[in-house]
C-alpha cells in the first residue's frame, strides 16, 4: 500500500456477507479504526457481490487490515475462503461517500444495505439528516 493510504477494496467474499458481519470482522482487526464499511449487494437476490470498500481512520490501521486479511483465511464455507485484497482507488471518508452517493444515490443513505459510517468507533445514524 502507498504511504498514507487509509481505504482497501476486498473482492472474493462469500455473498452472506454483510457490511454488519464485516464491521464486527474489523472490530478483531483493528477495534474502532474504520470510518467506513460498505458491502454492495444485489437488491434483487438480497445478496453480497462479493465485494467491500473499508476506510480506516489512519494508515497504519489500513495497513494492519490489508496484511490480515492478505495472510488469514477471513469465512469458513465448503472451504476457507481468503478474500483479494487491494488498495482502493477511491481514498478518504468524504470521497467514499460521494463516490456511494454517485453511483447508487441520495436517497439510499439509510437503505439497510448502505454504508455504514463511523465516529469514534460509533455507527452514526441516518446519513442523509
Not at 481505504?7 to 464486527?24: D, K, V, W, Y
Not at 458491502?39 to 481512520?57: E, M
Not at 447508487?104 to 455504514?116: E, I, S, T
Amino acid at each position: 500500500m502507498e504511504d498514507g493510504a487509509t481505504a482497501i477494496m476486498l473482492r472474493g467474499l462469500p455473498t452472506h456477507m454483510t457490511t454488519q458481519g464485516m464491521s464486527s470482522r474489523l472490530d478483531e482487526i483493528a477495534p474502532g479504526k474504520h470510518n467506513f464499511v460498505y458491502v454492495p449487494c444485489n437488491r434483487r437476490r438480497k445478496a453480497s457481490i462479493g465485494l467491500a470498500y473499508i476506510n480506516f481512520v489512519d494508515s497504519a490501521s489500513a495497513k494492519l487490515a490489508f496484511e490480515a486479511f492478505t495472510q488469514e483465511p477471513m469465512v469458513r464455507t465448503s472451504s476457507w475462503t481468503t478474500p483479494r485484497v487491494s488498495q482502493a482507488r477511491t481514498q478518504g471518508l468524504g470521497p467514499l461517500l460521494a463516490f456511494f452517493i454517485v453511483n447508487v444515490g441520495h436517497k439510499h443513505l439509510n437503505d439497510p444495505a448502505a454504508p455504514h459510517v463511523f465516529e469514534n468507533g460509533v455507527r452514526v445514524p441516518n446519513l442523509a439528516d
